[in-house]
């Protein structure tokens, strides 16, 4: 009989119907596939069960997860090459429930795989700890939306510390070409804040506030004053200690709130950082009217938000399988024309949109770094599944945003007053320069 790896190997392609691009290693060791490149490990046939009970990525997902499938070599080259092989396919419907039935040489592969899975094969492995648990009622109201919160964001500020680095901001730097992580992510805030045209004495509303990094960097460099709003206690608490110690609790404010509880408006400037991700289709007009009614007539809007590309079919849309798993419960994507086309039915007017696109990989590729510069320390901080899942999520982002699959822009939207007078500047981006306190 051959050797695991290779019927691995025959079983892949019989299935997909290429030889996979990676060389794969086997859990007897064995190898089989091109002597060049990164290494597959399958190194436990449980996640051949996992796959049989779960086709497709949320089984290939929860092995990641679980240590029983691995990467050996450059993780970006092994998630390129194999993205063709298994996510970039053409949608043809050979993937849909029932064809390996119709097929004879599906089948056999089928039963193949069984047997390769052994004799465990018919019982379900139950899925690792990681995985969030499963979800009742509608999407996105605020008690649904609060558990999704927190099973991203509440898994300990030292493990975010360790990725993000000093800056604390988990979103999209603003780079310079030889700039570091630290300098982009201000040049990023500070990019905020100017197209905010925020002045001493500003009201502004950060809606999902994070880990308090705009809101400081609001109030000391330009003197706003300042509400920031997450689910988040982990970061709230973490938050209110490092305004404290900047000495900023006279203009700083941060609540364990949901943005659509937030009635003390008006504001004179809102700013949302990659926080609109996890509003949802369905809640996205709400959100949008929400923001308006906050501002004061003039007001300004900084939406930043990643977008997906559009479906020719957009009920075809679906979330993530491993995304939605472990990574953002209920997070969705919406292309940028939806998102432009959604304020200005609130009544916004929309003067600038800003692709960063490329600001985002390399942002991405950083916290991979960091993450894998003291592998032991991040498992020790959180998990080993949990420092895995972040390490897979964000090299296949890195290369979802290098490749255009995926991209990331800033909206600056105006509550325009009923005389038309936007206080925009007559030419694009030259942005006022609020005087610095």
């Known amino acids: 009989m051959a050797d695991a790896a290779t019927r691995l190997t025959t079983l892949a392609e019989e299935l997909l119907g290429t030889p996979p691009p990676v060389r794969l290693r086997a859990w007897d060791g064995s190898e089989s596939g091109p002597p060049d490149g990164p290494v597959v490990v399958v190194r436990h046939r449980r996640?051949?069960?996992?796959?049989?009970?779960?086709?497709?990525?949320?089984?290939?997902?929860?092995?990641?997860?679980?240590?029983e499938i691995d990467v050996e070599g450059d993780l970006y080259e092994a998630l390129g090459r194999l993205a063709g092989f298994l996510w970039e396919r053409p949608r043809d419907g050979s993937g849909s429930g029932g064809h390996w039935v119709r097929d004879p040489r599906l089948r056999a592969a089928a039963r193949d795989l069984l047997r390769l899975a052994g004799s465990?094969?018919?019982?379900?492995?139950?899925?690792?700890?990681?995985?969030?648990?499963?979800?009742h009622g509608p999407l996105h109201t605020?008690?649904?939306?609060?558990?999704?919160?927190?099973?991203?964001y509440d898994v300990g500020n030292d493990f975010y510390q360790q990725v993000l680095g000093p800056s604390?901001?988990?979103?999209?730097?603003?780079?310079?070409?030889?700039?570091?992580?630290?300098?982009?992510?201000?040049d990023k805030l500070d990019l905020v804040c100017r197209k905010l045209a925020l002045r001493a004495g500003d009201r502004l509303l950060d809606v999902g506030c994070g880990w308090g990094s705009m809101a400081i960097h609001a109030a000391s460099e330009y003197?706003?004053?300042?509400?920031?709003?997450?689910?988040?206690?982990?970061?709230?608490?973490?938050a209110r200690k490092r305004i404290a110690e900047e000495g900023l609790t006279d203009r700083i404010e941060i609540r364990v709130q949901d943005y659509r509880d937030v009635k003390d408006g008006p504001y004179d400037a809102i700013s949302s950082i990659g926080m609109a991700e996890h509003v949802g289709a369905v809640r996205y007009r709400e959100y949008a009217d929400v923001l308006y009614g906050l501002l004061k007539p003039g007001g300004r809007l900084l939406n930043h938000q990643i977008a997906r590309r559009p479906e020719q079919d957009e009920t075809a849309y679906r979330v993530d399988d491993f995304i939605d798993a472990y990574v953002f419960p209920d997070g969705e994507l919406a292309p940028l024309g939806s998102t432009l086309s959604i304020l200005e039915e609130a009544g916004f007017e929309a003067r600038d949109v800003e692709s960063i696109r490329e600001h985002y990989a390399r942002t991405?590729?950083?916290?991979?770094?960091?993450?894998?510069a003291d592998w032991k320390q991040a498992v020790r901080r959180t998990s080993p599944g949990r420092a895995r899942i972040w390490r897979l999520y964000m090299a296949a982002c890195a290369l979802a945003f290098e490749r255009n699959?995926?991209?990331?822009?800033?909206?600056?939207?105006?509550?325009?007053?009923?005389?038309?007078?936007?206080?925009?500047?007559?030419r694009a981006r030259t942005w006022v320069e609020p005087e610095r306190r």
């Open 405 to 426: 699959r995926i991209g990331v822009n800033q909206i600056l939207a105006v509550k325009t007053p009923e005389g038309g007078a936007s206080g925009l500047p007559l």
């Open 120 to 135: 465990r094969a018919w019982l379900a492995p139950p899925p690792p700890a990681e995985e969030v648990r499963r979800r």
């Open 168 to 186: 604390m901001v988990y979103s999209c730097a603003y780079w310079e070409a030889d700039g570091t992580l630290e300098d982009a992510q201000r």
């Open 142 to 152: 605020k008690v649904r939306d609060r558990q999704a919160i927190s099973h991203h």
């Open 364 to 372: 991405l590729r950083v916290w991979v770094a960091n993450l894998e």
């Open 223 to 238: 003197g706003a004053q300042v509400t920031g709003v997450t689910l988040s206690r982990e970061q709230a608490a973490f």
């Open 47 to 67: 996640a051949l069960r996992r796959l049989l009970w779960k086709p497709g990525e949320l089984g290939l997902a929860r092995a990641w997860v679980a240590g």
